[in-house]
Nanobody, 117 residues
Framework: QVQLVESGGGLVQAWGSLRLSCAAS????????WGWYRQAPGKQREWVAT???????NSADSVKGRFTITRDNAKNTVYLQMNSLTPEDTAVYYC???????????WGQGIQVAASS
């Protein structure tokens, strides 16, 4: 089993920045990709961004140009740099790791991000 721990959330003013971290307790062979998701109050969880072991990146249209996902293999950690935050980005953010079939191996506990207008 692998455990994921998120950090770096908080409250910022609109157009501010935050960087989220997601650290894995260990590496397992089946880990293929890392993802960030978010869930706003009263809404379904939505995908934000993904990075694969090979460095392939993808992100939702709503965050393109503002959010960047990166990975530090040595630290077994993935990051989400969030710039130009707006109140619409307010949500609980979750990270996960996926296998080659993009099935989720583990989820983090979630961390609150809020941007005030």
């Amino acid at each position: 089993q692998v455990q994921l721990v998120e950090s770096g959330g908080g409250l910022v003013q609109a157009w501010g920045s935050l960087r989220l971290s997601c650290a894995a307790s260990r590496t397992i062979a089946s880990m293929y990709a890392w993802g960030w998701y978010r869930q706003a109050p009263g809404k379904q969880r939505e995908w934000v961004a993904t990075i694969t072991n090979g460095g392939r990146l993808n992100s939702a249209d709503s965050v393109k140009g503002r959010f960047t996902i990166t990975r530090d293999n040595a630290k077994n950690t993935v990051y989400l740099q969030m710039n130009s935050l707006t109140p619409e980005d307010t949500a609980v953010y979750y990270c996960n790791v996926q296998d080659l079939l993009l099935l989720v191996i583990a989820w983090g506990q979630g961390i609150q991000v809020a941007a005030s207008s």
